[in-house]
């Protein structure tokens, strides 16, 4: 491809590309009709130099099947992945969200605290279903926190991060991950795991309840260091009336040791939810759990 607007139009397979959408470092993301179904759908296509690694084609196919898996409904449903040999392209295909993702609503200050903290509380429950199935997003962000027309919270992009470390990205010491919500060990250099996501998802935490990240800095290796040796400034900085559960939590979810967090991501669920005396959401009020 020449350009990210050169399949606009084109058919893959049952998808009629329609608009791009985006990018990222590994894929442009498109709007798509999906024919014989009749509905939307976004569709990741590969970027081309991933697509001639072999070795990185066979881990994205292991990987989508995972993602595929995945039955939440906090979670980006997954749909499908395939090859297209006219254009020489992979790609996979997903359910589009329509709505403005966290990041936008927080850059816009349209958060109100209860209301984000049942986010990220919704989002941990995503989170403690896709690790009790082995599976860690590695990147835990509110960009990658989007919302349905109906308002309800989903985690996209489960097992991107993982794809791009195993390739040669990461040969020249490139991170994945983004720094400003990375966990200290990772930092260090050490594998993705549930515990490192938890960390992430306080950070958003932290973020969403406060209006402020924990650290920052204006370069990335420097933002790096600061979350693997300063201390986490306390929320009630910004927020003095903060409630007591509300901070601990945040803290605890944020500790430099992985064993002194939360051991799941349904336990910080919990937490936030008796802090704020949340409600549930109605699949776990009636007893009902996500399929295993």
Known sequence: MSSAYFLIGKTLGKYQIVEHLGHGGMAEVYLCQQTNLE?????????????????????????????????????VQVYDFDHNEEYGIYYMVMEYIPGATLKEHLAAGDVPLKEGVAIVAAIADALDYAHRRGTVHRDVKPANIMFTAEGQPVLADFGIARMLSL?????????????????????????????????????????????????EAEVPMALVMKHINDSVPSPTRYIPTLPPGLETAILKTLAKKPEERFARAGELAAALRQALDLEPPAFMANGVTPPP
């Not at 130099?49 to 994205?60: I, N, Q, T, Y």
């Not at 990205?169 to 795991?193: Q, R």
Request: aromatic share 8%.
């Open 39 to 75: 509905r939307q759908v976004a569709l990741k296509i590969l970027h081309p130099f991933l697509a001639e690694d072999a070795g990185f084609v066979s881990r994205f196919q292991r990987e989508a099947r995972l993602v595929a898996a995945l039955r939440h409904p906090n979670i």
């Open 167 to 215: 390739t040669g990205l990461t040969a020249s010491g490139a991170m994945v991950g983004t720094p400003a919500y990375m966990a200290p060990e990772i930092g260090m250099g050490e594998s993705g795991t549930p515990s490192s996501d938890i960390y992430s998802l306080g950070v958003v935490l932290y973020e969403t309840v406060t209006g402020h990240l924990p650290f």
